[in-house]
């Protein structure tokens, strides 16, 4: 038995295989709890579909060049909450004007609630993101031009 | 906001930085990981790999291998890295900033010994490297259960009230595995046989703070 | 629960049984089952809204189909 | 009565048991990567169950996670089965691509330009690399990637804007979308570099 | 502090030396006198010392540095009552000790020593499945608190007796010649710290010395509870001879023999822990 154990273990093409196995135990054990979980997403950066306006789905209210409401956990560290949601450059804002049909486009445009979390209250998120994809294209980028020398 | 501290597990607390929602914070635990992370992220920055002896199979010579001074450089560029990703994991104080620094881990210790020439080392780095990627999805889905469930994810809001759900922490604990921890060794063993020792060490450095430090938050939360 | 809901995760179901157990097994028919999940995905984040995210994962899917076909490209030339 | 995130929850559980019990079924090393690639679909779906704003913001490190791995894999993959200097089979070889490239690629990189940000670097990547694999041109490779660099450190210097000097916020938003959309951009058309032309 | 350290680094050697004598008795052999290993120590602390040129020098004497550091702070922290968790840092960041020492030479010995160290990692999880079946019992990592639980509720050994087997066995595979040491098997010439010899090899002796010590009060600490120094130190020399004779009638498991079954008892200490958890 632990014999057989070891042989498994000591296997690393067999190294996926067990890691799937623990993750489908977990899994079968998980749905039994399902019931158990209650839903509780209104308490950071709830959101408002407002399909009237030409910034929807990402109108959060507020006027531009304004301040915006916005839930964060800890307001009190970023003092400039709610500037980058209500903030449109000029262009977004003249092409709100024209037509209804680009709100995704606007607002993924700088200024915008995304910007906002991702600039501002999660920045350090952002940071880490950026950096992983920068390590992982050196690694690939490495091996890719190191093919030559061989 | 003092809860963190005030549990009997990790100690005093020292100190926080405040990064808009991401609160990393210094309890005596997390600053010991801390400097141990810049005790070996410094050694890999400053000090010259070993000169591995090498045997050659099939025969009785064996030789001094060198390390070609490019694959040194990358090396010990992705080391860094992943000093720096290990110093963000164990103090950060929020849970996806956590799972997202555990990611980073995963990749920096895949790309450490990328530039191994050895097939028998590629070959346990990619299998380890696909662990690394599907255990993407008990990280993030713990997160985001957790997110989902209690509506926060700054470990401060967090500690102490026990509204996490344990199948979420068993996630996070399952995720943090797969990005480098025990019954997966096997695939760190074979990754050690690569060459450059201060490199090398920085896999199993990240590897064990970024467990200790999970061990820390599913007791916290 | 919208239709674009319901519809989303039937779809990703159906994804994920026809990409686990595609037939016949080769790289290319996999990769080409891999596409009904991510636009059961898709329909899902459509039907909560996450236009931005779901802008993103249609460009990042379809550089991840670049890099399989390139690999699978180099492995298929070697048989 | 369950609710929407339960049954979202579940769907999501059933197919994770589905797309594991695939994985640990397969030992070919590159079908693995495939269904690596099924497995992240899965992680999008548990967030994008949260369905707030954060849901979003949260989806696209994912995202890049995802890619980022999948990239550096797939790169592992090529040298460790010892074919990548091998010329690519004729699979991206259909008339069409001689044809479309520049007015698509075109397009694309406009529109990214304007979205800006990371989906906008993802976009306009997108575009070139459309481009660049069916053109096929390599010696780019250095100045996209040192472009990518400088765009990386303008991000970080943003960052820091908005963290020590969060009154400068709208020029720390625009050098921040600014260079995200450059760094991606610059990574995702080195893709299309390395796809166009192996052999060179 | 300074004196407790010194004291407790000479009694950890001691330890050693006894470990030596008995299981060279429980075999039949006289064995090396009990204060060996201090002699050992001092002589080594005197010897020329060089570094060897294909090592990584950096990172070959820092680990020596760090040895020396982390136990020290494993004392320090047993002694003002810190946090269990943190001892357990202590203890995994001994793991890297262990790996840094291999790597470091470049010699294959001590490489293949390295890399079995690496495969053993699997001794931590029982050490980290008995920490939980702890913070189960006392609500507290504190070890002032578990200490202060103890004082009211009698020892922990009983309630919590998985979990002392768990930390038993952890005890066990950082002993030498124990069932679990395969990183310092015969075939490696002496595992991972072959190639330290001279001052570093004195420093690392002095180091696991008081390491030893460390765990074994920890234990005593931790399951039997505050009982005065001479009654503790009495335990001490009594876990230890139990120690050796477990290493004496046991062969050496081979490496993933080793990782499988402290695989097997963290899932059942596991298992222990969700049915109190579920049931208690």
């Keep these: ?114 910007d906002e979390i991702l600039y501002n ?10 950096s992983i994809l920068f390590v992982a294209f050196g690694v690939a980028s490495f091996l890719f031009l190191r093919r030559d020398e061989e | 906001m003092i809860r963190v501290f005030d549990q009997g597990i990790e100690g005093a607390g020292l100190f926080m930085i405040e990064f808009g929602d991401i609160v990393p914070y210094f309890s005596v635990y997390t600053a010991t990981l801390f400097t141990f992370a810049i005790i070996f992220t410094l050694l890999a920055t400053f000090s010259i790999p070993e000169k591995q002896m090498d045997i050659i199979f099939g025969g009785d010579a064996y030789y001094a291998k060198e390390i070609k001074p490019q694959d040194l450089r990358f090396q010990r560029f992705v080391a860094i ?30 790309g450490i010994v990328a530039s191994s020439r050895s097939h028998h080392v590629l070959n346990a780095a990619y299998q380890y490297g696909i662990v690394a990627m599907i255990a993407c999805v008990p990280l993030f889905g713990g997160a985001a259960m957790i997110l989902a469930t209690t509506g926060t994810l700054s470990i401060w809001s967090l500690a102490g009230i026990g509204a996490a759900p344990i199948l979420a922490k068993i996630l996070l604990l399952l995720g943090v595995m797969g990005e480098g921890m025990a019954p997966f060794y096997i695939g760190k063993a074979e990754i050690t046989r690569a060459q450059g020792a201060p490199f090398i060490l920085m896999v199993h450095v990240s590897s064990l703070l970024l467990f200790l430090r999970v061990v820390e938050i599913i007791l916290v939360i | 629960m919208t239709p674009e809901f319901i519809i989303g995760l039937g779809l990703i179901l159906l994804g994920t049984v026809s990409v686990a157990w595609a037939s016949p097994k080769d790289y290319l028919t996999r990769l080409i089952n891999l596409e009904i999940p991510a636009f059961g995905l898709l329909l899902v984040m459509l039907s909560f809204d996450e236009m931005l995210a779901l802008l993103t994962f249609i460009a990042v899917s379809t550089v991840s189909t670049f890099i399989f076909v390139r690999v699978i490209g180099k492995r298929e030339g070697v048989n | ?13 059933i197919c994770i048991i589905i797309a594991f019990i695939s994985l640990y079924q397969e030992t070919d090393d590159l079908h693995r990567l495939i269904l690596t690639d ?23 490190p994912g995202l890049v996670v995802m890619i980022a791995e999948l990239m550096a ?51 306009a990547g997108l575009g070139i690399i459309f481009y660049s694999v069916c053109k096929g041109s390599d010696e780019l490779f250095a100045q996209i990637e040192t472009a990518s660099g400088y765009a990386w450190v303008a991000w970080i210097a943003a960052f820091f804007i908005f963290l020590l000097l969060p009154g400068q916020w709208f020029f720390a938003v625009m050098i921040a979308g600014g260079a995200i959309l450059i760094k991606v951009m610059a990574k995702f058309s080195l893709i299309g570099t390395m796809g166009g032309d192996p052999g060179v | 502090m300074i004196e407790y350290l010194l004291s407790a680094m000479i009694l950890g050697l001691l330890l050693h030396g006894i470990h030596r004598k008995v299981i060279a008795r429980v075999q039949g052999r006289p064995g090396p006198p009990i204060w060996q290993e201090l002699l050992h120590t001092l002589k080594f602390l005197f010897k020329e010392t060089w570094i060897p040129k294909t090592a990584s020098q950096g990172l070959y004497v820092g680990v020596v540095a760090l040895a020396l550091a982390i136990w020290s702070a494993a004392l320090i922290l047993l002694l003002t009552g810190g946090s269990l968790l943190l001892l357990f840092a202590l203890y995994l960041i001994h793991k890297i000790i262990e790996h840094g020492t291999g790597l470091s030479s470049g010699s294959q010995y001590s490489k293949f020593g390295a ?108 399951f039997i509870g505050p009982i005065g120094l001479p009654l503790t130190l009495l335990a001490i020399l009594i876990l230890m001879i139990t120690l050796s004779f477990v290493c004496a009638v046991t062969p050496m498991l081979s490496p993933y023999d080793s990782v499988s079954i402290q695989t097997v008892t963290t899932g059942l200490i596991a298992i222990y822990i969700i049915y109190l958890g579920v049931f208690a």
């Design chain 4, 73 to 123: 894999l797939a790169e592992i993959y090529l040298v460790k089965e010892g074919i990548q200097r091998k010329k690519n089979s004729s699979a991206l070889d259909i008339e069409v691509m001689q044809t479309a490239p520049p007015i698509l690629a075109g397009i694309l990189v406009l529109y990214g330009i304007i979205l800006s940000g990371f989906s906008g670097g993802a976009v």
């Design chain 5, 115 to 222: 890399i079995r160290s690496v495969i053993s990692a699997a001794s931590e999880l029982p050490l980290l499945a008995s920490v939980a079946l702890l913070y189960l019992f006392t609500g507290s990592l504190m070890i002032s608190d578990i200490e202060a639980y103890q004082v009211i509720n009698g020892p922990l050994l009983i309630p919590a007796f998985p979990a002392a087997i768990a930390l038993y066995m952890v005890i066990l595979s950082k002993i030498h010649y124990g069932p679990f040491s395969i990183i310092e098997a015969k075939e490696l010439v002496s595992g991972y710290w072959t190639e330290h010899f001279g001052v570093w090899r004195g420093l690392l002796n002095a180091a696991f010395g008081l390491k030893t010590f460390v765990l074994l009060y920890t234990f005593v600490m931790v």
């Design chain 1, 1 to 114: 038995m632990i014999r057989r154990l070891s042989h498994i273990l000591s296997d690393f093409d067999k190294l996926s295989q067990i890691y799937a196995v623990l993750v489908i135990i977990v899994i079968i054990g998980g749905i039994l709890t399902i019931p158990s979980l209650e839903y509780q997403a209104d308490r950071l950066y709830p959101k408002t579909i407002h399909p009237e306006s030409p910034l929807d789905p990402y109108d959060r209210g507020g006027t531009p060049f304004e301040k915006t409401e916005v839930l964060a956990e800890y307001p009190e560290n970023s003092p400039y909450l709610g500037y980058v949601t209500a903030y449109l450059t000029p262009f977004s804002l003249a092409l709100a004007t024209l037509t209804h049909h680009v709100g995704t486009t606007i607002v993924a445009h700088p200024g915008g609630i995304i």
């Design chain 2, 81 to 110: 890295a992943c000093g720096t990703a290990t110093l963000g994991a164990v103090v950060t104080g929020d849970i996806f900033n956590f799972t997202l620094f555990a990611a980073m881990i995963g990749i920096t210790n895949i």
């Design chain 1, 121 to 130: 209250t999660r920045g350090l998120d952002t940071v880490v993101e950026t």
């Design chain 4, 38 to 60: 099924l497995t992240e679909i899965m992680a999008l779906l548990l967030i994008a169950l949260i369905a707030t704003d954060l849901a979003e913001a949260l989806i696209l």
């Design chain 4, 1 to 13: 009565m369950i609710s929407i995130y339960q049954s979202g929850l579940i769907a999501a559980f």
